[in-house]
C-alpha cells in the first residue's frame, strides 16, 4: 500500500456499511462511529441491501443516522463496490444468510493474503433465537460483536463447540445505549410508554389483548399518558415482518383508545427522554429503558416463552404482567443482571463523561483489535476471511444461501446477477414502487392476507 494510503488511513477510517433494514441501519452506522480512532474521524458511506426490509426515506429520518452517502445495492453490487471502492472496514448489518453471501463474495475477491477491509459484523439486540445458525453464518467476519459479556461467552462456546476459531468474538456494547439517566418528576408516572414489536406476538388475538390492556391501563389511571410506540407504518417494513399492524388493531377496538392513550412514531431515544415506564414483551427498547435507569416492564401476560423472547430476561428482576402495572409496580433491573448483560445504568456525565456504560469505553478492545488486523492489512498480510460453512462443512447449505443472493459457490456474482441494462433496472425499481405501494393500498383496505403476496412479488 503506498504510504499516502497509510497515512490516509491513520487520519480517516473508511467505512462502508450494508444494512437490510432500518434498525440494522442504526446499529452498523452507530457501531462504525465507535469504531473509529477519534470521534468524527469515520467517514461513513451507506448501503441498503434491497430486499423486503429495505427502509423508506420517512423509517431512515426517524432513525437519524446520517451516512456521507447512502445507496440502494443488490450484494452482487454490493461486492463490486468492494472491489472497485477502498475501504477499511465494512460493518455488515444484516441477518445471518446475507452476511455468509457477502463473506464468501468477499473471499472470492480477496483470496490470498493481501490488503483488505476489516469485515465486522453482529447484532442489534437481544439474541434470543437461531443462536447457533445465526453465529456460524456470522462466522469469518474478522470481528463479531457481543454486546454483553453474557453473549460473548455464548458466542465463543458455539464456535468452539464445532470446533471453529473464535478470536474473531470481541465484547462491546450496544452502540445506542445513550441519553440522560432517568430523572422522575415528583412522585407520580406521568407518562407510559407500551414498545410494540413487528411480530412479537404474532396472533391477532395476543397482539389486540395487549393494545386493549394498554388502553384499559390508561383509563384506569386518568392522570398517566399511555402511548403505543410504533415502529412503522402500515405497507413500511422492518428487520421483522409485521403482518398485523397496531394501526389497524386501534381501529377495531370496541371502544377505542380514551383520550390519554394514542399511538405514536419516532425516534425511540427522543420518547424515552420523556419516559417514566416502558413497557414492552421483549423489544430491545428495554435494554436503552433500563441503561438509564427508567422503570421497565417485561410482559407475562402471555406466559414467558422462547417464541416471545421474554424469557431472555430471566433474573432481570422487571418482569410483570399488566395486572401488576395497573396496581402501581414500578419494575427495577437488576444490578447484577444489568452488568451481565452489558446495560450497567447511565452515570451522571459530570462524574463519567461520554457515551459508554458504566462510564467505560465499551468499545475498546474492539478499536485495539480493528487497529492489529488493519495494520496486517497495511502490510499486505491480512489473512483470507475463513467462514465456517464452506462446500466442504455444509455442502446442503451453504449454495442456497449464496444463491439467494445470486452467487455462485464460489461466492462470484452468478451470471446475469450485475445487469449492465440500466433501462431494465429502472423499469425493475418503477415496478417495485407500484407494488409496494399496491400493498400498502391492502393494508389500508383491510386486505391483510394478500397484501403480503405483492409484497413479495416487489422483491422479485
Known amino acids: 500500500m503506498p504510504a499516502s494510503n497509510r497515512a490516509n488511513r491513520s487520519a480517516v477510517l473508511r467505512v462502508a456499511v450494508l444494512a437490510d433494514s432500518d434498525t440494522r441501519w442504526k446499529w452498523g452506522a452507530l457501531t462504525a462511529r465507535r469504531l473509529a480512532p477519534e470521534p468524527g474521524s469515520a467517514h461513513l458511506t451507506g448501503y441498503l441491501l434491497r430486499g423486503r426490509a429495505t427502509p423508506t426515506a420517512r423509517q431512515l429520518g426517524e432513525v437519524g443516522v446520517q451516512a456521507d452517502r447512502l445507496t440502494e445495492v443488490t450484494c452482487a453490487e454490493f461486492l463490486a463496490e468492494l472491489e472497485r471502492e477502498r475501504y477499511d472496514v465494512v460493518v455488515l448489518a444484516l441477518v445471518g444468510g446475507a452476511v455468509a453471501a457477502v463473506l464468501h463474495g468477499a473471499r472470492a475477491l480477496w483470496p490470498e493474503p493481501g490488503a483488505r477491509p476489516v469485515f465486522v459484523t453482529g447484532y442489534v439486540g437481544v439474541v434470543y433465537e437461531k443462536l447457533a445458525d445465526g453465529l456460524l453464518l456470522r462466522h469469518g467476519a474478522d470481528l463479531v ?191 447484577d443482571w444489568l452488568a451481565a448483560q452489558g446495560v450497567a445504568p447511565a452515570l451522571d456525565p459530570a462524574a463519567a463523561p461520554g457515551p459508554d456504560t458504566a462510564g467505560g469505553d465499551a468499545y475498546a478492545a474492539a478499536r485495539a483489535r480493528l487497529s492489529e488486523l488493519s495494520e496486517l492489512s497495511g502490510r499486505d498480510r491480512l489473512p483470507p476471511i475463513a467462514p465456517y460453512y464452506t462446500q466442504a462443512t455444509a455442502p446442503g447449505y451453504l449454495p442456497g444461501i449464496l444463491a439467494r443472493h445470486h452467487l455462485g459457490p464460489d461466492g462470484r456474482p452468478s451470471p446475469g446477477a450485475l445487469r449492465p441494462d440500466k433501462e431494465e433496472s429502472r423499469l425493475r425499481r418503477r415496478l417495485r414502487a407500484h407494488l409496494r405501494e399496491a400493498a400498502r393500498g391492502a393494508y389500508r383496505h383491510g386486505v391483510q392476507r394478500v397484501a403480503p403476496a405483492i409484497r413479495r412479488l416487489g422483491e422479485l
Open 145 to 335: 460483536l457481543a454486546n454483553s459479556r453474557h453473549d460473548a461467552k455464548r458466542f465463543r462456546a458455539v464456535y468452539e463447540g464445532v470446533g471453529a476459531d473464535a478470536d474473531a468474538v470481541v465484547e462491546t456494547a450496544l452502540p445506542f445505549l445513550d441519553g440522560a439517566p432517568y430523572s422522575p418528576v415528583g412522585d407520580r408516572t406521568h407518562r407510559v410508554v407500551f414498545a410494540v414489536q413487528p411480530s412479537v406476538p404474532q396472533s391477532r388475538a395476543d397482539r389486540s389483548y395487549l393494545l386493549r390492556r394498554a388502553a384499559e391501563h390508561a383509563r384506569l389511571h386518568p392522570e398517566r399518558e399511555v402511548l403505543v410506540k410504533l415502529r412503522s407504518r402500515p405497507g413500511e417494513h422492518t428487520t421483522h415482518l409485521e403482518e398485523l399492524p397496531y394501526q389497524r388493531l386501534a381501529q377495531r377496538l370496541p371502544d377505542g383508545l380514551p383520550a390519554n392513550c394514542r399511538l405514536v412514531y419516532g425516534n425511540m431515544g427522543e420518547v424515552l427522554d420523556a419516559t417514566d415506564l416502558l413497557v414492552t414483551v421483549s423489544s430491545t427498547a428495554a435494554l436503552e429503558s433500563l441503561h438509564r435507569g427508567i422503570p421497565t416492564a417485561v410482559l407475562t401476560d402471555l406466559g414467558v416463552r422462547e417464541t416471545l423472547g421474554n424469557h431472555h430476561f430471566l433474573g432481570s428482576g422487571c418482569l410483570a404482567s399488566w395486572t401488576q402495572l395497573d396496581a402501581g409496580l414500578l419494575p427495577k433491573g437488576d444490578p
